[in-house]
DNA sequence: ACTTAACGTATCCACTTGGATACTTATCGT
DNA sequence: ACGATAAGTATCCAAGTGGATACGTTAAGT
């Protein structure tokens, strides 16, 4: 099994990248696939799907565990590499960027499932929003990276900043030409809004 | 011809308004409906549609239009509502969700589109965000509403907030209970990135 | 070698689809 | 009243769909 992986991913994988792709082509979610439509994305017959799932539901949510698990470990990574980087919202918005491009399928479809129905890969996305804002919050915290600022202002402002990669991310995916200018503007609104959050908690400080 | 509008709607707009309520139910694009589903869901025969448009892709035209009509006309009405209130951001914010709210499906299925395939919905919402946020600076410099901010740092407040503003009418819409929180919540935002761009613009300006 | 399980393919079927075409109805203009 | 036009319905057809069922292939275990 760990062979026939490392030659040619089984067919479950197969409908899974499959459907991210149709998915993020054609603007569509997962859950209106075509079954055929599906299969011959996939390279096989269609009744093969039901081999792996027993509906297109089935595939949203090993989709959506998909989803979670490569952005989770993906943040890992950035972290481990922001940390060493001389300002981190640059070094944050570069590597997330870049990670996003290469993965460009998968973080299409989670980004746009985002805004969706109550699907699978929506409520997986919502999940990775929120834990990546959390985790933030700790990483900048134990860092003192904002000083002074409270905890739940800084969770307002990663909440928003998390919120804003993703969807700076699908222009960054389809505009080659701007890729400097989104991320630029990118590292901007982080800035803009921990220096925000910052000025609104003084600023109620002084009222009360 | 307008006897018969003030009675019924005529087909096209009935074909259009169903376009957008399915769109809306089942978290799918214009693009990917189905001609029967959508006569089904207007009324009508299936074959009317083609009385009507020439393809789907000329009811996205329409369908675009009409979001754009009726988004801007929203508005300019919340911009007069507004400027009586006694803090703007509250007012806008409230206006502008509660609108978004008693309009669900044209918001739901623009937002969405917002992130979508080159959509004739998506084009004509990215000249929408685009057009509030230039206008919103042209009123907020007229009426010294921020003081000392450049016009580069509010165009780039301004377009954020506009996003957002359409990304949080989507939970405004569904979710009833925590309409208060997501209210505020956005009346927060938009003074963080108000005076975080004021904050960065200082920082820029001191280290010049 | 034989058996079993997992995976993949082929065939069939009832139903649905988009689009062509013919027909019907309602409205407007002369 | 009649004719033209716009809008709406009905029928037909070829192609496509999802799902049931049978068959084929491969790999693993005994």
Redesign the pocket.
């Known amino acids: 099994?760990e062979?026939?992986s490392a030659i040619q991913p089984?067919?479950?994988q197969?409908?899974i990248e499959a459907a991210f792709r149709l998915a993020a082509r054609n603007g569509t979610s997962l859950a209106s696939?075509?079954?055929?439509?599906?299969?011959?994305e996939a390279?096989?017959?269609?009744?093969?799907?039901?081999?792996?799932f027993a509906?297109?539901e089935d595939l949203g949510h090993a989709a959506a565990a998909e989803v979670a698990g490569q952005l989770m470990a993906a943040i890992k990574e950035i972290r481990r590499n922001a940390a060493r980087h001389a300002d981190a919202s640059v070094g944050v918005a570069e590597y997330f960027l870049d990670w996003a491009r290469d993965n460009a399928d998968l973080v299409t479809v989670g980004v746009r499932e985002l805004h969706s129905t109550e699907t699978p890969i929506r409520k997986a996305m919502q999940r990775v929003v929120h834990e990546i804002a959390t985790e933030s919050v700790e990483q900048i915290v134990s860092m003192r990276l904002v000083p002074g600022i409270e905890p739940d202002a800084l969770l307002r402002a990663t909440t928003s900043i998390t919120h804003y990669m993703f969807y700076r991310a699908l222009d960054y995916i389809e505009r080659p030409r701007q890729r400097r200018a989104i991320r630029d503007e990118l590292v901007n609104f982080m800035r803009a809004q921990f220096l925000g959050q910052l000025a609104l908690q003084r600023t109620t400080a002084t009222s009360a």
């Open positions: 099994m062979t026939a089984g067919g479950k197969r409908l696939l075509g079954l055929r439509e599906l299969a011959r390279g096989l017959n269609h009744n093969t799907f039901y081999r792996h509906t297109l």
